[in-house]
C-alpha cells in the first residue's frame, strides 16, 4: 500500500467518523424537533417516526401562551446576560492581576481557584446555599449571578492570564511612557489585544448561566426568580409526561446557545487554544 492509498483511507476514515460522531450528537435534537412538531395522537402512537406526518405548532404556540414559561424565559436571559458581563469583568482583572502584579500569597491563591473546578458541583450546593442565605440571596437573580461568576471563574480566570502573559510588557511600558495609567492601559492596551480570550469567556459564561440546571433548582425555587431549564420540568406532572410542549420549549430554550456559540466559535476557539498554549 502506497503512501496515497494511505492518505485517502485515513481520510475517509476520519469523515466516516466525524460522520458518525456528528449523526450521534444531532440525533437527540433532531428527535425533540419531531416530537415538537407533532400532535398527541402521534406523539404517543406505539409506532414512533422521526419525520412527522400531519406538522403542527400547535406545542409552540401552547409555550408562547404559557405566561409562566415567558417569564422563566425572561429570567434566564436577564441572569445569562448579567452573568457574562460580570464574568468577563471580574475575570479580566483578576487575570491582569495575577499577570501583571507580584504580591504575597499570589501563588497560592492562583492555585486554589482552581479548587472550585475540580471539586463536583453538588458538593457545592450546601456552602453555596448556607452562604446566599446568610446574604439573604436564596430565590434571587444576584444570588444565581453570584454563584455562576464563581464556579466560572477557575476557566475563565486562568484563559485570560495565559493570553495576557503572552503580551509584551514592553507594549503596556509604551502606554505608561505616552501618560496612560493602570486602567487606561489595560482597556487601550490589553483590552484589543485579548478580545478573542473575552469572547471564549463571554460565551462560556452565558452558556453555562443559559443551561444549568442544578443551582437554580435549588437557590431559585421560587417562582420569581426560576429559569427556563428548571421551568421545563414543570411538563411532568400527575397526569404524565407533555412530551409535545416540554419538547417545543426545549428546541425554543436551545436556540439562544446554538445562535451565540455558532456566531463566536471562532473566537471561541482561537481564545481558548492561544490562551493555552501561550500561557
Not at 78 to 95: E, G, M, Q
Not at 153 to 160: G, R
Not at 176 to 202: E, I, N, Q, R
Amino acid at each position: 500500500m502506497n503512501r496515497k492509498t494511505k492518505r485517502i483511507l485515513l481520510r475517509t476514515v476520519t469523515y466516516i467518523l466525524c460522520i458518525i460522531i456528528a449523526a450521534f450528537a444531532l440525533l437527540p435534537f433532531l428527535w425533540g424537533l419531531s416530537t415538537s412538531l407533532k400532535d398527541n395522537v402521534e406523539v404517543y402512537s406505539l409506532n414512533p417516526t422521526l419525520i412527522p406526518k400531519n406538522i403542527t405548532f400547535e406545542n409552540y404556540k401552547a409555550v408562547f401562551h404559557d405566561t409562566s414559561m415567558m417569564h422563566y424565559f425572561r429570567n434566564s436571559v436577564v441572569i445569562a446576560l448579567v452573568s457574562t458581563l460580570v464574568t468577563i469583568f471580574v475575570s479580566l482583572f483578576a487575570a491582569y492581576g495575577f499577570s501583571r502584579y507580584r504580591f504575597p500569597g499570589r501563588a497560592p491563591l492562583l492555585t486554589s481557584i482552581l479548587f472550585i473546578r475540580v471539586l463536583p458541583r453538588v458538593c457545592l450546593l450546601v456552602p453555596f446555599y448556607v452562604i446566599l442565605a446568610n446574604m439573604r440571596l436564596v430565590n434571587t437573580i444576584p444570588g444565581l449571578v453570584l454563584v455562576y461568576l464563581i464556579v466560572g471563574m477557575p476557566l475563565t480566570v486562568w484563559l485570560l492570564k495565559g493570553y495576557i502573559d503572552a503580551i509584551p510588557i514592553e507594549v503596556e511600558e509604551a502606554a505608561f511612557v505616552d501618560g496612560c495609567g493602570p486602567l487606561k492601559s489595560l482597556f487601550l492596551v490589553v483590552v484589543p489585544m485579548v478580545a478573542p480570550a473575552l469572547a471564549a469567556v463571554g460565551m462560556f459564561a452565558f452558556i453555562l448561566a443559559w443551561n444549568e440546571f442544578l443551582f437554580p433548582l435549588l437557590l431559585a425555587s421560587d417562582e420569581s426568580s426560576r429559569t427556563l431549564s428548571v421551568g421545563l420540568a414543570f411538563y411532568i406532572d400527575e397526569t404524565g409526561i407533555q412530551w409535545g410542549q416540554m419538547m417545543a420549549a426545549s428546541i425554543l430554550m436551545s436556540l439562544p446557545a446554538i445562535c451565540v456559540f455558532s456566531y463566536a466559535q471562532k473566537y471561541i476557539i482561537k481564545g481558548m487554544s492561544e490562551g493555552a498554549v501561550k500561557g
